[in-house]
C-alpha cells in the first residue's frame, strides 16, 4: 500500500505477565507474538516499517531472528507510554506525508482487511487527522473507552484508570491501532503530556487533542476477537486458541485432512503440502515443513524438520530439529529423530533413538537401536549406508560408520566401522550347557519345598 509506515510498539515492561521473559516474545503458535505483529503489518506492503523495542528485547535478541529484516528497530530507553515509544521513530518517519499507522505487538490477531479499513477511515472525506479502531468486547474490562461527539467523530479515549463510573459505562472501546496523518503525527506527539494516573505519556490523547484544535478524528469498528489485548498469560491462552483455530481451518482449507482438529497444534510457519494427514494429538512446532501425501499418525511431536512426500510417521513419534526425512520413509512409534538425515525409503519402525546421523536410502534399523551421539562432552555422528540393515537392540557408539549393504547383528555394541557388505556381530557369545537347567531345577527342589 503506498502513502503507508507501520509502527509496532514492542517496548514496554509487560508487568501484568509476571515473567522474566519480555511481553511481546512469548510464543503463541510457536513464534514470538511481535512476529505476529511484523506479519500483519508486512501483509499490508507498507512502504516503511519501525519496530519499537524495549532495551531488555534489543539484549535478548535471541528472540528476534528474521525481525532485523523486516524492520528497522528503535529502542525506547524507558517505557514511558505508548505516545512516547512512537515520538522514538521521529528520526526514521518525521519525512514521512502518509499514513503511520501505529499496531501493538500485543494485539497480533487483527486482520490485515480490518487495518485497511481503518487506514479508509482515515483518508475518506478530506481526510481525517486520525483514526482510531473501535471494538465492543463482551467485557470491557480494562480497556480504553471511546467517547463519541454528537455528530460521530471521535472527542476523546480515556484510559480505564482515569475514567468515571460513566465512562466506564461506554461500551465502545479502544483496540490500540491507530491511523495517523503522518505530516500532523509528530507535532500531536509533542503535545502529548503525562499529567495522570499512571505519569505515562498516553497515545490515546491524541485525539483529545486534535478536537481542541478543531480537527477531527474518524472511528472504524473491528470484531471483537480480532482485538484482543494480550497483558497476562490468560489472555494468551486465550488468543493461542483463536490462532490455532484460524491455522487449523486454514490448514483444512489449503488441502490437509486433520482428523480431529481441535487436539492439533500448529506454528504459524508450518508449511503442509496437500493431501497431508495429520492425526489426533499431534503437535508440529516450529518450522516444520510436510510435503504431499505424508501421514502423521496420532501423538506425534514434531519441530524443525522436513518430512517429504509419502513419508508415513509415528503414532508416537518425535522428530526434533535439524532432520529430514526422506520419501516414503517410515518413522514409527516411540522414535526419536534429531539433527539425523533419514534418506528415501529407510524405515526406523520401532524404539529407537537416532541422533545426528546419516541413514541411507532404504536401511532398516531394527527396534531399539540406539545411535550414542554423545560422550558426555561433545557430539558424534553417525552414518549407515544405503540398504543397510541394523539388528533390533543395537547400540552404535559414534562416530561410526557402518557401509551400504551392511549387516549388522542384533544386540551388537558397534564402535567400529563396518565395511559395505559385510556382517559385523558385536555382542557375547551364546554359550549352552545341555541338561543345565533341569539339573538346576532338581537342585531348587528342597527350597521349593521350604517356600
Ligand atoms: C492500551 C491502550 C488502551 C487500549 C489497549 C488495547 C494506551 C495508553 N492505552 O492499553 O486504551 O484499550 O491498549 O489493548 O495506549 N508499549 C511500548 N512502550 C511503552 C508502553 C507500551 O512500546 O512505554 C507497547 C507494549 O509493548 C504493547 C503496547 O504498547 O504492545 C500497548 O501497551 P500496554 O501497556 O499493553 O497498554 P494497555 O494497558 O493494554
Ligand atoms: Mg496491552
Known amino acids: 500500500m503506498s502513502g503507508l509506515a507501520c509502527v509496532v510498539l514492542a517496548a514496554g515492561k509487560g508487568t501484568r505477565m509476571r515473567s522474566a521473559l519480555p511481553k511481546v516474545l512469548h510464543p503463541l503458535a510457536g513464534r514470538p507474538m511481535v512476529e505476529h505483529a511484523l506479519a500483519i503489518a508486512r501483509a499490508l506492503a507498507p512502504e516503511r516499517t519501525v519496530l519499537v523495542i524495549g532495551p531488555e528485547l534489543e539484549a535478548d535478541s535471541s528472540g528476534l531472528e528474521g525481525v532485523s529484516e523486516a524492520a528497522a528497530c528503535v529502542v525506547q530507553e524507558e517505557p514511558l507510554g505508548t505516545a512516547h515509544a512512537v515520538a522514538r521513530t521521529r528520526p526514521l518517519l518525521e519525512d514521512f506525508g502518509g499514513d503511520v499507522l501505529v499496531l501493538y505487538a500485543d494485539t497480533p490477531l487483527v486482520r490485515s482487511e480490518t487495518l485497511a479499513g481503518l487506514i479508509a477511515a482515515r483518508r475518506a472525506g478530506d481526510g481525517a487527522a486520525a483514526a482510531v479502531l473501535g471494538f465492543r468486547p463482551e467485557d470491557p474490562a480494562e480497556y480504553g473507552r471511546l467517547i463519541l461527539a454528537p455528530d460521530g467523530t471521535l472527542a476523546r479515549i480515556v484510559e480505564y484508570v482515569e475514567a468515571s463510573e460513566d465512562e466506564r459505562a461506554v461500551t465502545l472501546c479502544n483496540a490500540g491501532m491507530m491511523a495517523v496523518d503522518g505530516r500532523r503525527l509528530f507535532p500531536l506527539l509533542d503535545a502529548i503530556g503525562n499529567d495522570n494516573a499512571k505519569g505515562e505519556y498516553y497515545l490515546t490523547d491524541l485525539p483529545a487533542i486534535v478536537a481542541a484544535e478543531g480537527g477531527r478524528c474518524a472511528v472504524a469498528e473491528a470484531p471483537a476477537g480480532e482485538v484482543m489485548g494480550i497483558n497476562d498469560r490468560v489472555q494468551l491462552a486465550e488468543a493461542e486458541r483463536v490462532v490455532q483455530d484460524r491455522l487449523r481451518r486454514a490448514a483444512m482449507e489449503a488441502g490437509a485432512t486433520l482428523v480431529d482438529p481441535a487436539t492439533v497444534w500448529l506454528s504459524l510457519d508450518t508449511r503442509l503440502g496437500c493431501d497431508v494427514t495429520l492425526g489426533p494429538n499431534v503437535v508440529i512446532g516450529p518450522e516444520v515443513v510436510i510435503e504431499d501425501g ?29 532432520s529430514d526425512i526422506g520419501e516414503g520413509a517410515r518413522v514409527g512409534n516411540f522414535v526419536e529423530v534429531k539433527g539425523s538425515t533419514v534418506a528415501q525409503g529407510a524405515k526406523i519402525n520401532h524404539l529407537s533413538y537416532v541422533g545426528d546421523a546419516g541413514v541411507g536410502a532404504g536401511a532398516n534399523i531394527g527396534a531399539g537401536t540406539i545411535t550414542c551421539n554423545y560422550d558426555g562432552y561433545r557430539k558424534s555422528r553417525t552414518e549407515i549406508g544405503e540398504g543397510a540393515f541394523i539388528g533390533s537392540n543395537t547400540a552404535l557408539v559414534a562416530p561410526v560408520t557402518v557401509g551400504p549393504g551392511a549387516v549388522v547383528g542384533a ?26 537347567a533341569a539339573r538346576r531345577r532338581e537342585r531348587r527342589k528342597p527350597d521349593l519345598a521350604e517356600g
Open 294 to 322: 505424508v501421514e502423521i499418525r496420532p501423538f506425534s511431536h514434531l519441530e524443525g524438520v522436513r518430512v517429504r512426500e509419502g513419508a508415513v510417521i509415528g503414532p508416537f513419534a518425535r522428530l526434533r530439529p535439524g
Open 411 to 436: 544386540g551388537s555394541v558397534i564402535t567400529e566401522d563396518v565395511e559395505a557388505d559385510a556382517i559385523a556381530v558385536a555382542r557375547g557369545e551364546q554359550r549352552q550347557r545341555e541338561g543345565a
